[in-house]
Nanobody, 116 residues
Framework: QVQLVESGGGLVQAGGSLRLSCAPF????????MGWYRQAPGKQRELVAV???????NYADSVKGRFTISRDNVKNTVYLQMNMLKPEDTAVYYC??????????WGQGTQVTVSS
């Protein structure tokens, strides 16, 4: 069974940085598309950033220029570097793995709180 474990969340002041990590347990993800999503209280879960198996990335307009998604297939880990954080970035951040078949898996989420 595939498991995704996120880490790196926490409390930070506006303008600060955090680096989230996602480590799929039990299998490699070199052929998988990986993504970061977030969900704030009372809001729908939204796409933050995705990276394909080939390394192509895409970002939500709200985080472009501030967040960077990357992957290390050797370490089997995906990262989300978040800089210049804003209070509106406060949410639970989820890692998502999507296989080429369309099958996908969600992590448990990690809380990111940005204070004013």
């Amino acid at each position: 069974q595939v498991q995704l474990v996120e880490s790196g969340g926490g409390l930070v002041q506006a303008g600060g940085s955090l680096r989230l990590s996602c480590a799929p347990f039990g299998s490699i993800f070199s052929t998988s598309a990986m993504g970061w999503y977030r969900q704030a209280p009372g809001k729908q879960r939204e796409l933050v950033a995705v990276i394909s198996s080939a390394g192509t990335t895409n970002y939500a307009d709200s985080v472009k220029g501030r967040f960077t998604i990357s992957r290390d297939n050797v370490k089997n880990t995906v990262y989300l570097q978040m800089n210049m954080l804003k209070p509106e970035d406060t949410a639970v951040y989820y890692c998502k793995r999507t296989e080429r078949t369309g099958v996908y898996y969600w992590g448990q989420g990690t809380q990111v709180t940005v204070s004013s």
